[in-house]
């Protein structure tokens, strides 16, 4: 592990850095953020400007061994934070910044001794990314209860089994956020690919329910939706059909914006939920599929 400062000595939410009763310029009183001198930031923000977005956080992101989570892990790591990766796969070897630790989000013990050790290790746990997910696509009537199971438990209960083990710790610190990966999915549906759409729109009522819950608590708890992004398995799939570039350009061609996206435009959405840049969204969700979702047709 990287040697480094108390994480707790630049954590950005720290109450001490906020001034209670001040009166900002829209006329709103409470706890208020006071500028540094010479600065109209507040001081997480200049903070963050001088020595990455998310200097001095603990990080979890999950299913970091590849894909998205593995570019988003990595980004986390380049913006300061100290991070874990949790897979049930060996760790990335492209991302040595990043810790990886072998655990299934699917099993309960597994992933609450993980987080566990984290919390031991660092003291706190500031950013939580539930990345880990994956395809089970079936035409309904067709589908095995097994499939079902497999599907929601990774693709939503996961979530929450992680979730569940990180609050305490973000409880007692009195901030962190949480950010869960979902899908375009989550939004429309796709004839043939049930029941992965359940599974996602759930994981988008899991992050309002929890993003409301723990609100008042100064956590923060908000989603992705990635549309279709070019990570080593859609590469995979592109090549096992009949005729891979067919099957690309017919992709490409279905976006508005006539490219496929890449895991470092969804790792740098999560960045800028998990930084105090993002402070007052909670128990959202930011689409980033290049316009897809909105599109009636062409
Ligand atoms: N790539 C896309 O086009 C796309 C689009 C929309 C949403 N998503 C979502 O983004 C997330 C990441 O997708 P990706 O395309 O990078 O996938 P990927 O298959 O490339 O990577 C997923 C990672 O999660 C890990 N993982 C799977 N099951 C796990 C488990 N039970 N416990 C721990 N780790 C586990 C895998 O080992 C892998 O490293 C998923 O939630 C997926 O549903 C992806």
Not at 37 to 53: D, E, K, N, Q, T
Not at 108 to 119: D, G, K, L, Y
Request: include cysteine; glycine fraction near 10%; hydrophobic fraction near 40%.
């Amino acid at each position: 592990m990287r040697a480094r400062g108390s994480p707790t000595a630049t954590g950005p939410m720290a109450g001490k850095r906020e001034s209670k009763g001040r009166r900002h310029r829209h006329g709103q009183t409470g706890r208020q953020y006071r500028p540094l001198r010479g600065s109209s930031l507040p001081p997480a923000f200049a903070v963050a400007a001088v020595s990455g977005r998310l200097q001095g956080k603990v990080a979890i992101v999950t299913g970091a061994a590849r894909g998205i989570g593995a570019a988003t892990a990595r980004l986390f790591a380049q913006h300061g934070a100290q991070v874990f990766g949790i897979d049930r796969d060996p760790a990335d070897p492209s991302s040595p910044q990043v810790e990886c630790l072998q655990a299934d989000v699917t099993e309960v013990a597994a992933i609450e001794t993980t987080i566990e050790q984290v919390r031991e290790r660092c003291g706190r746990i500031d950013v939580l990314v539930n990345n880990a997910g994956g395809d089970v696509f079936s035409d309904p009537l067709s589908l095995v209860d097994d499939d079902w199971d497999r599907c929601l438990s990774l693709n939503l209960k996961g979530a929450w089994n992680a979730t569940r083990a990180a609050l305490p710790s973000m409880l007692a610190q009195g901030a962190g956020s949480v950010v869960n990966i979902a899908s375009v999915h989550a939004h429309k549906i796709i004839r043939g690919a049930f029941p992965y759409p359940v599974a996602k729109h759930g994981l988008i009522g899991l992050t309002r329910a929890l993003g409301i819950e723990y609100a008042a608590q100064g956590i923060r708890v908000n989603s992705i939706s990635p549309g279709l992004i070019l990570v080593p398995r859609i590469e995979a799939w592109f090549a096992a059909s009949a005729d891979p570039e067919a099957k690309r350009r017919e992709q490409t061609e279905l976006l508005p914006c006539k490219r496929i996206g890449t895991p470092e435009e969804v790792a740098y959405t999560a960045l800028f939920l998990a930084s105090d840049e993002a402070r007052f969204i909670n128990a959202t969700d930011i689409l980033v599929d290049g316009g897809r979702s909105q599109l009636y047709h062409d």
